[in-house]
Nanobody, 131 residues
């Protein structure tokens, strides 16, 4: 059984930083794509970033490019999302998700159907950014 456990969410003021972690188990981490998604109340779940673990290819939503960085620690089966220069608009529940490595790709990440390509999900961690 695949398990994904997010941690690191919390409260931050605008301009501050947070680091989210996604610890994975029950999957072949080295062959996976790990994605970060977020969902604010009343909105659709949106893709934030993903990493193709076998080769480290990454993708970012335009809204977070230059501020967020995704990375993986293959020895710990863990993916991180470093979030810098946080804005109130970043407030949401953040989820990590996993599937086969190819779903972290241009045709998939940019699709409004992106969440549907991931079969395993964590419970999410909340991020609240105040102005």
């Amino acid at each position: 059984e695949v398990q994904l456990v997010e941690s690191g969410g919390g409260l931050a003021q605008a301009g501050e930083s947070l680091i989210l972690s996604c610890a994975a188990s029950g999957l072949t981490f080295a062959d996976s794509a790990i994605g970060w998604f977020r969902q604010a109340p009343g909105t659709e779940r949106e893709a934030v970033s993903c990493i193709r673990v076998p080769n480290g290819i990454t993708y970012y939503a335009d809204s977070v490019k230059g501020r967020f960085t995704i990375s993986s620690d293959n020895a710990k089966d863990t993916v991180y999302l470093h979030m810098n220069d946080l804005r109130p608009g970043d407030s949401a529940r953040y989820y990590c998700a996993a599937d086969r490595s190819f779903v972290c790709g241009g045709g998939y990440f940019d699709s409004p159907r992106a969440p549907l390509y991931y079969s395993s999900w964590g419970q999410g961690t909340p991020v609240t950014v105040s102005s």
